[in-house]
């Protein structure tokens, strides 16, 4: 196991309700990145956040927003549902290894099946 | 982001037949990585490959990295069910200055095997 930790595993929501997703990373994981993983597509990169600051977005609006603790653990919140928004959700955390660039793994954990109705 | 496309996007096999996924990008990559996921699960770290024309070997999985840094492959020899998922190649893309990647996954090959 990876020791990323994830919750809820399932959740349904309506459309324009807002969600609250949340992980916890492994202790020292200094990074965490959140990924959407539509049926039969590869995860899509949502955002990544390091030592509680974002650090790069991909291509979603601004109502994907998040937050990382000092506590290792994060939040990814989406506001305003959309149909669209069903997906896998998935995060993942890495040790920033600032020793050995360019070789961090990203580790994951189980999602969070977000169904919007 | 990074765009790799992966082929084939499905493939049968019987069990015990080999299989190869091709994993291929137009620029030159920093790393990439190998994920495995299961039916309803989540994408399992494989191998991370860096160097130029690197080949890493799990058991009956062999992984390349070409010369260039532009493609890869993953090798599986005598598959079984229990090798049945999705296999996705990922490599990492950095910003300017930063040694924190994120992951540009390819579309991934769906693999069957056949009893």
């Known amino acids: 196991e990876t020791g990323v930790t994830q919750s809820p595993t399932h959740l349904i929501k309506t459309r324009g309700q807002q969600v609250t997703l949340r992980c916890s990373s492994q202790?020292?994981?200094?990074?965490v990145s959140w990924y959407q993983q539509a049926l039969g597509q590869g995860p899509q990169f949502i955002f990544q956040y390091y030592r509680e600051e974002e650090n790069g977005r991909g291509n979603f609006p601004p109502r994907f927003s998040g937050l990382q603790f000092p506590n290792y653990s994060s939040e990814l919140n989406v506001n305003a549902l959309e149909l669209d928004d069903s997906a896998l959700y998935l995060c993942?955390?890495?040790?920033?290894?600032?020793?050995?660039?360019?070789?961090?793994?990203?580790?994951f954990g189980p999602g969070t099946r977000l169904l919007v109705l | 982001g990074q765009q790799v496309m992966q082929i084939p996007q499905y493939q049968h096999v019987q069990e015990g037949e080999d299989f190869t996924t091709y994993c291929n990008s137009s620029t030159t990559l920093s790393n990439i990585q190998w994920y495995k996921q299961r039916p309803g699960g989540h994408p399992v770290f494989l191998i991370q490959l860096v160097k130029s024309g690197e080949v890493k070997k799990q058991k009956r999985l062999t992984f390349q990295f070409g010369e260039a840094k532009k493609n890869s492959s993953l090798h599986i020899t005598a598959t079984q069910t229990t090798d049945v998922g999705t296999y996705f190649c990922?490599?990492?893309?950095?910003?300017?200055?930063?040694?924190?990647?994120?992951?540009?996954f390819g579309r991934g090959t769906q693999l069957t095997v056949w009893p």
């Open positions: 990922a490599p990492t893309q950095y910003d300017r200055g930063s040694t924190l990647g994120r992951l540009y």
């Open positions: 202790s020292g994981h200094n990074t």
């Open positions: 993942a955390s890495s040790l920033d290894l600032a020793f050995l660039p360019f070789q961090e793994t990203q580790y």
